[in-house]
């Protein structure tokens, strides 16, 4: 029987253990036991950090319920690490305070997640938390834009290194237009749905859940849809915490198994929490969670490394990296497809 989550949970509630299934129970905790057989960080000679910084974003559900539940809190709490959640807006948001080490985890798309690696930010994705489609270019409905060629010479708003930004640029590759021929308009996220509504640009690279809303409340159109350009969602380890606190990241690994595993089998209840904490309707939440959002292989693996190589020559033939760059180096270097063996169940 699916729980009925009550709308008074406060996300600052973090010690309910009543919020998982008894299936749940039983499916994760041989799951988790593997994950963290390891034993406590200390018994691999490495210390506990005094914090984890990590961030959460509506374009990661997973994260959201993992945050309202307050599992890794409870379970790194056990070597005296606190947990600090940062909201990341995009993928740029996310990049940026990886970089800054204002967070230690980051989730983000994985071309934008190659894109911030090959121009120096030192980060390894040993995680995918899903695959979505959470982007597509998006038009008003009473407009006068009928295909991707018709783009050329307009305002088209997108948030520069996200994955929104660079499906803009693929799309775009796609009809023989170049970022040239076009006015991009730089705004986040959320100002980029405002401005096309208000009709201040033509058309917006949009994301989840706010596209979604876009569609569902003020009858935006998807002019372009492409699930292939839509990169997955990689969660990023900074090199340097993941070299100092192997055993933490793997905790958090098992723990997002355990939000992942409470997704799959509440997917209603999911939506539920992105509903309340994005402040979208329900509807537009089940579209995003339900629809559009699939969490089916957590693992990286060759999967993950050809879908960037497929990607990878826009940011060459917009010259968004540095000349000479090795880009399928680079990818290696990114997609790390061994360290959660072991951590994750099919």
């Not at 798309?109 to 911030?116: E, I, Q, R, T």
Request: net charge positive.
């Amino acid at each position: 029987m699916t729980r009925k989550i009550d709308s008074k949970n406060d996300k600052n509630d973090k010690n309910d253990n009543s919020h998982p299934t008894r299936r749940d129970a039983l499916v994760l905790g041989a799951g988790l036991a593997a994950g963290l057989a390891a034993g406590p960080l200390r018994a691999q000679g490495t210390a506990a950090p005094k914090e984890l910084k990590l961030d959460y974003a509506y374009y990661s559900p997973t994260s959201l319920v993992l945050r309202r539940f307050g599992w890794l809190e409870e379970d790194l709490a056990k070597d005296g690490t606190s947990v600090r959640w940062v909201l990341s807006a995009g993928s740029n948001r996310a990049l940026e305070y990886l970089n800054a080490g204002s967070i230690d985890i980051g989730s983000t798309a994985g071309l934008a997640a190659l894109l911030a690696r090959a121009n120096g930010n030192p980060i390894r994705a040993p995680y995918i938390f899903s695959r979505p489609e959470w982007t597509a270019l998006v038009v008003r409905p009473d407009s006068g834009i009928r295909s991707l060629a018709d783009l050329k010479g307009k305002k088209i708003a997108a948030t520069k290194g996200t994955d929104p930004y660079l499906f803009l640029l693929r799309a775009l590759h796609t009809v023989g237009l170049k970022r040239g021929d076009i006015e991009h308009v730089a705004l986040q996220h959320a100002d980029g749905r405002a401005a096309l509504e208000q009709g201040r640009v033509d058309a917006w690279a949009g994301l989840d859940p706010l596209m979604a809303a876009s569609e569902l409340d003020a009858g935006s159109k998807l002019l372009y849809r492409n699930v292939g350009f839509n990169t997955y969602g990689f969660l990023n380890v900074r090199e340097e915490f993941l070299n100092r606190h192997p055993q933490t990241v793997k905790r958090v690994i098992a723990a997002y198994e355990r939000a992942r595993a409470w997704t799959l089998a509440n997917p209603s209840d999911a939506a539920k929490i992105l509903s309340e904490e994005a402040k979208v309707s329900l509807p537009v939440a089940l579209l995003q969670v339900k629809l559009r959002s699939d969490f089916s292989h957590p693992q990286p693996s060759d999967e993950h490394v050809k879908a960037l190589q497929a990607a990878a020559p826009i940011l060459n033939a917009e010259q968004l990296v540095k000349p000479g760059v090795d880009l399928n180096r680079t990818i290696a270097e990114l997609v790390d497809t061994r360290f959660a063996n072991g951590l994750i169940k099919a």
